[in-house]
């Protein structure tokens, strides 16, 4: 009964869901400065019987409380609407009026139908046991990321399950996909500063080459994955940037390296620090060289709850061949997403909905600067995402 009528209200309220999401694309802002987002969200709120909590952190994200009529569980719903520096490449009539940003992650359409998911379940809230979070989260794309805010906000303490989907636009939005355990890579960053001796390049043993140490590290560090890391845990290291630029008829005294650990399970990307110190103890000692190393954690590896996860299987294959026609287990990802921070202290699952535009056989993928959203995706995240909480609160 109670499933219907939220069906129906979000049926009736997809067109809105829709405006919100082309309006916020149109407007995507930075993480840490997400002024006019913030404030749009605010202001949807405004005049609803609900509790606001603003500037969460001192930063823009915003918590939102939905009182049902009795006492109960309380569940938090999740969605980011921060933007990334890219420069818009889509076509679309509603394509970003901010110069060099973009919504090339799909926060713009997390938000809308949160928002609108929000909005109807206000309208419920006299038929509704226990609590709803409402999150509205700043700075998913950027170190340390909005979630640590949040959760330091204390206005999660006593959640007793936390739900957030992603889009994904490797299939359409019939498709519903889950995992358990392991799901997202954590993710590290690391820069090493070289430091040898310069001299002429007619003279390089009067010299201790930096180059030649910087370019044996970035050959020898691969080794730490292929001959280090037992071969069943996963682990990813990118050199993604050399600075060693000079005159071509000098050595260089100094070298900048930076580079990306991906990792699916947090003792991994120990063990990686680890063992990148010893190799680079090696250099040192074989080059006669110094080096500078500074090893970031910039997120945590998502890792979906067993039972959470099961809870959601069961409640969604009640559905299936309703409102999407197929709940498939999701692959692994090293992508990094900091709903795994909510996930390290809170029971809860991150799921994924299909956003592939129809009529193409691959889609641009996220951070892309052609990456669109099938609108569809909207109702269908909407739904399951309500269903969920409808059904997670009424467990005793």
């Not at 040898?196 to 370019?215: R, V, W």
């Not at 299936?320 to 692994?332: I, R």
Request: hydrophobic share 35%; glycine share 8%; net charge negative.
């Amino acid at each position: 009964m109670l499933r219907s009528l939220l069906f129906k209200k979000l049926e009736q309220k997809e067109q809105d869901m829709i405006k919100h999401y082309q309006y916020l694309h149109q407007y995507p802002e930075p993480s840490f400065n997400e002024v006019k987002t913030s404030q749009y969200i605010e202001a949807f709120y405004e005049n609803k019987d609900v509790v606001i909590h603003k500037r969460i952190g001192g930063n823009y994200g915003l918590i939102v409380e939905i009182e049902g009529s009795i006492p109960g569980r309380t569940i938090a719903l999740r969605a980011d609407f921060d933007a990334l520096n890219i420069t818009e490449d889509t076509g679309l009539p509603f394509s970003s009026k901010n110069k060099g940003w973009m919504h090339a992650c799909g926060h713009d359409a997390h938000t809308a139908y949160l928002l609108i998911l929000a909005e109807c379940l206000i309208e419920l809230k006299a038929h509704l046991p226990g609590k709803i979070i409402i999150i509205h989260q700043h700075a998913e794309e950027l170190a340390p990321g909005g979630a640590i805010d949040m959760m330091q906000s204390g206005y999660l303490n006593g959640v007793d399950e936390i739900y957030g989907i992603h889009l994904f636009p490797d299939y359409t939005p019939e498709v519903i996909s889950y995992r358990k355990g392991p799901t997202m890579g954590g993710r590290s960053l690391f820069h090493l500063k070289v430091k040898g001796k310069g001299g002429h390049g007619s003279s390089p043993h009067l010299a201790n080459d930096a180059i030649m140490a910087a370019s044996t590290f970035v050959t020898n560090v691969q080794t730490v994955v292929s001959r280090r890391l037992n071969p069943f845990d996963m682990g990813v290291v990118t050199i993604s940037s050399f600075n060693g630029l000079g005159s071509l008829n000098v050595i260089q005294d100094s070298v900048e390296l930076a580079g990306d650990v991906r990792y699916m399970e947090s003792r991994i990307g120990h063990q990686i620090h680890d063992e990148i110190e010893q190799l680079i103890k090696g250099l040192e000692d074989t080059f006669n060289i110094q080096c500078e190393f500074k090893y970031e954690l910039d997120c945590i590896p998502l890792v979906n709850h067993y039972k959470q996860t099961d809870y959601l299987i069961d409640i969604l294959a009640t559905s299936q061949g309703d409102y999407f026609e197929s709940l498939k287990e999701h692959e692994q990802l090293t992508s990094s997403e900091d709903f795994a921070i909510y996930l390290e202290k809170i029971p809860g699952t991150f799921f994924f909905v299909g956003c592939k535009p129809y009529g193409i056989d691959k889609a641009h993928f996220n951070h892309s600067p052609k990456f669109v959203v099938n609108e569809d995706a909207l109702l269908t995240a909407s739904k399951a995402l309500g269903e969920v909480v409808l059904n997670r609160l009424s467990i005793e």
